[in-house]
C-alpha cells in the first residue's frame, strides 16, 4: 500500500503544473504520466508529448508502446538528418541490432520469391548494404514520414500497407531506433501518394 500510495504522490507531482486538454481522456492522461517517470520531461516536452501523443489511427503512443512523442520524434529527426546527409555511419548508429531488411530480388529464386531477408549484425554489415536500404523511395517515405502519419499499434512505426519500417527501444542505449524494414517499392509509392501528396 505504501508503494502504491508513493506512486500515486510521483505522478501527481508530474502533473502539477500540467494543463492537460480538456479532450484528454484519463487513460491518455495516466498513460503519459507513466512513461514521464522515466523519461523527465521538460515543460517543453511535456506539451509536445501531448500535442503529439496520438497516432493515425487515433492511439496513444505513450499506452501502446510505453513512449512519449517526444522519443519518437527526436529519433525520426536523427534518421532524416542522417538520410539527408547520406552519412552512413550516423545512420548505422540510429538501427537496432540485428537488424532486417527485405531487399527485392533482380529475379525471383527458386520458389518464386521476389524478396531476400538481410539480417546485420553490426554497423560494418550495414554500410555493405547502405544504398540498398537507402533506396530514393526510402528516403522520400523518411523525408515525409511524421507522428500523426505513423502507427502506434503492436510494433510501431510506418504502415505501408503489407510493407512496414519498425521503430523499437536499443536495449543497451535506451533510445527509440529502427529495427527492421519491410518496404516493398510499390507499397512505398502507395503510401507516398496516399500520405504526402
Same mark, same amino acid.
Given at each position: 500500500m505504501t508503494i502504491l500510495a508513493s506512486m500515486l504522490v510521483f505522478l501527481s507531482a508530474l502533473s502539477v503544473g500540467t494543463n492537460f486538454p480538456a479532450s484528454m481522456s484519463d487513460k491518455e492522461k495516466t498513460c503519459l504520466l507513466t512513461?514521464?517517470?522515466? /523519461?523527465?520531461?521538460?515543460? #517543453? !516536452?511535456?506539451? @509536445? +508529448?501531448?500535442?503529439? +501523443?496520438?497516432?493515425? *489511427? %487515433?492511439?496513444?503512443?505513450?499506452? #501502446? *508502446? *510505453?513512449? /512519449? &512523442?517526444?522519443e519518437l520524434q527526436n529519433s525520426l529527426t536523427k534518421i532524416k538528418t542522417a538520410i539527408k546527409n547520406d552519412d552512413e555511419q550516423a @545512420? &548505422?548508429?540510429?538501427?537496432?541490432?540485428? @537488424? /532486417?531488411?527485405?531487399?527485392?530480388?533482380? *529475379?525471383? +529464386? !527458386?520458389? %518464386?520469391?521476389? @524478396?531476400d531477408s538481410k539480417k546485420m549484425n553490426n554497423p560494418k554489415e550495414v554500410h555493405q548494404h547502405y544504398k540498398a536500404i537507402t533506396p530514393p523511395l526510402f528516403r522520400d517515405v523518411m523525408a515525409c514520414a511524421s507522428l500523426s502519419k505513423m502507427s502506434a499499434s503492436g510494433n510501431f512505426g510506418i504502415l505501408l500497407a503489407r510493407g512496414y519500417i519498425y521503430f523499437d527501444r536499443d536495449a543497451a542505449s535506451g533510445e527509440i531506433k529502427m529495427s527492421f524494414i519491410n518496404a516493398y517499392t510499390n507499397l512505398q509509392k502507395e503510401w507516398l501518394m496516399d500520405h504526402c501528396q
Open positions: 512513461v514521464w517517470q522515466r /523519461t523527465l520531461p521538460s515543460d #517543453e !516536452e511535456k506539451q @509536445f +508529448d501531448m500535442d503529439h +501523443d496520438v497516432d493515425i *489511427n %487515433g492511439l496513444f503512443y505513450s499506452c #501502446e *508502446n *510505453n513512449i /512519449t &512523442a517526444s @545512420f &548505422a548508429s540510429l538501427l537496432v541490432y540485428p @537488424f /532486417t531488411y527485405y531487399p527485392k530480388r533482380d *529475379n525471383p +529464386d !527458386e520458389n %518464386g520469391d521476389l @524478396f
